[in-house]
């Protein structure tokens, strides 16, 4: 991608809380710009009252003009910040009049795209930029900011510096190929490799954290009809959004509702009941229940004391990386207390749809699984994250597997570039236009 050399403006901001509208300009004409809009010279980073003119001299609107000169400023270029009265009739004459003195309107993106091309953020900070405005709960919001701050970048890196550490020893040793020391068979280079591996895991399992303070945990309901669990989403949501009767396969669709516990986002899909039917319209909601068991976090089997070991046949085709959760509901009927436990399949908690007995322990189980009380250091992640994460991971399992067998220095060296470029996507070391045009373009415009 190149960098663009024109001036850009776009309106940030069309009313705040004080009725302030916001409008930023960025590129090399930012200076002429601003003469001509302030009759003068500004001085940097100064707040100057100012009267904002058309091209005829009649008055648009009065407001504050700041100037920050390049490089000290958001996109590494100049940008002209001009604040007047959010009206969008007034903010539309001023973005006019700013364009007819050499700026165009910006894509969506722009301004972050260009603070990453000149340096000022990586690009993993540029979209948490993105994650901080769209942010669906204060723990999210928290993790963007993290990130936009560079924790996340700064793990990166880390790991960054220690496989490049481990690909010099290898390719070192490649250069000796006629010394009769095996100098793939060093210990240093085993032990390397197993730090390495650890630091990833940890990383992966904190960058799979982000992604859901940044998505929200996605949790789907599944069982047997009549097992409760509509009354489960109702109780969750405290709303009668789903209907509940005693008729199995009253549920035939996926039934979403989104709710927050404690600053967390959760989006809960209610499913169709699992069983084999005749009845083609419940059919189908029982194939879009089985595609939310590949799509979820968390699934959580509803089903009772009577029915709960056959019943944990359904979870046969959930992935492993899924977290399982199985309720044993109706304990007001069996006069079960409540109680949760950890077995080898699955968390077990006892609870009553009905009565509400057990649900704060869910809730509490789920706000831990979606990232509660992971600490000031946790980031947000996007997906492409953790998939990069989990490639470098296979390089660097093929890379020990190359070593215990073949020696074979030059296959595990190529692993080890392959992973330090899926490494390098992550910040952008190593990317491709369309993936930064595909991440810019979900951006907003004035950002």
């Not at 302030?38 to 001299?57: C, D, I, T, V, Y």
């Not at 100037?67 to 270029?77: C, L």
């Not at 000149?118 to 993290?146: C, P, T, Y």
């Not at 207390?337 to 509490?364: C, F, Q, V, Y």
Request: net charge negative; hydrophobic share 45%; charged share 25%.
């Amino acid at each position: 991608m190149t960098h663009p050399n024109d001036t850009i403006a776009a309106i940030a901001s069309a009313a705040g809380a004080a009725g302030v509208g916001v409008l930023r300009v960025s590129g090399p004409n930012v200076p002429a710009i601003a003469n001509q809009l302030l009759g003068r010279e500004p001085q940097p980073r100064h707040a100057h009252m100012s009267a904002f003119r058309n091209a005829k001299g009649q008055l648009i609107d009065r407001g504050l003009l700041l100037h920050f000169p390049a490089p000290a400023s958001y996109t590494g270029e100049h940008v002209l910040e001009l604040q007047g009265h959010g009206s969008q009739v007034l903010l539309d004459a001023l973005l006019h009049r700013v364009c007819e003195l050499g700026a165009r309107l910006a894509r969506p993106g722009e301004f972050t795209e260009r603070a990453f091309l000149n340096g000022k953020l990586d690009l993993a900070q540029a979209e948490a930029v993105a994650d901080l405005i769209a942010a669906r709960s204060q723990a999210g919001a928290r993790a963007a900011l993290q990130s936009m701050e560079g924790v996340f970048s700064r793990k990166v890196d880390v790991l960054l510096h220690a496989l490049i550490a481990l690909r010099v020893h290898i390719e070192a040793a490649i250069d000796f190929p006629e010394e009769e020391i095996d100098f793939l068979a060093d210990p240093a280079i085993t032990a390397q490799l197993h730090a390495l591996r650890a630091q990833l895991a940890d990383l992966l399992r904190e960058a799979k954290r982000g992604l859901r303070l940044n998505d929200g945990l996605r949790v789907a309901i599944v069982g047997r009809p009549n097992a409760g669990k509509s009354s489960l989403l109702n109780a969750l949501s405290g709303s009668e959004r789903a209907i509940v009767t005693d008729i199995a396969g009253t549920t035939r669709d996926v039934l979403r509702e989104s709710l927050q516990l404690d600053g967390i986002a959760l989006e809960l899909a209610d499913t169709a009941g699992l069983r084999e039917t005749d009845d083609p319209i419940e059919r189908e909601g029982v194939r879009r229940a089985h595609g939310e068991l590949t799509r979820a976090d968390v699934v959580l089997l509803v089903t009772d004391i009577e029915h709960a070991q056959r019943d944990m046949a359904l979870l046969a085709n959930v992935p492993s990386t899924v977290e399982r959760l199985v309720l044993i509901n109706k304990i007001d009927i069996d006069a079960t207390p409540e109680h949760a436990e950890r077995r080898s399949d699955a968390m077990w908690l006892w609870i009553s749809a009905k009565t509400g007995t057990g649900l704060d322990a869910l809730r509490n189980t789920l706000k831990q699984l979606a990232g509660a009380g992971s600490g000031e250091g946790a980031f947000s992640a996007r997906r492409r994250h953790v998939v990069a994460l989990q490639q470098v991971a296979i390089h660097l399992d093929r890379t020990a597997e190359i070593l215990d067998t073949s020696r074979a220095g030059e296959l595990a060296a190529e692993e080890l570039r392959q992973a330090q470029q899926s490494l390098g996507e992550i910040t952008g070391t190593y990317s491709s236009d369309d993936l930064l045009g595909a991440i810019f373009s979900s951006f907003c415009i004035g950002k």
